[in-house]
């Protein structure tokens, strides 16, 4: 079973960054589509950005696109948000979730994934 694990967490002032990691244990080299999502107080959970760990081919909501960055490292099976300009409205917890996969598609929505991390608080104060 793969078990995702976030970290980097924080908070930060509007304009800064944060860099935030998933290491997904279990998953023993497998082809996985792995995503972050984020759910702020009283809102639905939304996909920030997703990413095919066989192709590296990432996608981006249009609320983070070209701010937020995903990369990889192959070898420890771990994926990392960087988050740069960030807004107030960028708080929220985000959780990293994970999905073993045969096809060039990772999911937008939640029942896409199988796997969840316990989610890691981000803060921004304007």
């Known amino acids: 079973e793969v078990q995702p694990v976030e970290s980097g967490g924080g908070s930060v002032q509007a304009g800064g960054s944060l860099r935030l990691s998933c290491a997904a244990s279990?998953?023993?080299?497998?082809?996985?589509?792995m995503a972050w999502f984020r759910q702020a107080p009283g809102k639905e959970r939304e996909v920030v950005a997703r990413v095919d760990t066989g192709t590296l081919f990432a996608e981006y909501s249009d609320s983070v696109k070209g701010r937020f960055t995903i990369a990889q490292d192959v070898k420890n099976d771990t994926i990392f948000l960087q988050m740069d300009a960030l807004k107030s409205e960028d708080t929220a917890i985000y959780y990293c979730?994970?999905?073993?996969?045969?096809?060039?598609?990772?999911?937008?929505?939640?029942?896409?994934?199988?796997?969840w991390g316990q989610g890691t608080q981000v803060t921004v104060s304007s």
């Open positions: 979730a994970a999905v073993r996969t045969r096809v060039s598609y990772c999911s937008y929505t939640e029942g896409g994934y199988m796997y």
């Open positions: 279990g998953s023993s080299g497998s082809r996985l589509c």
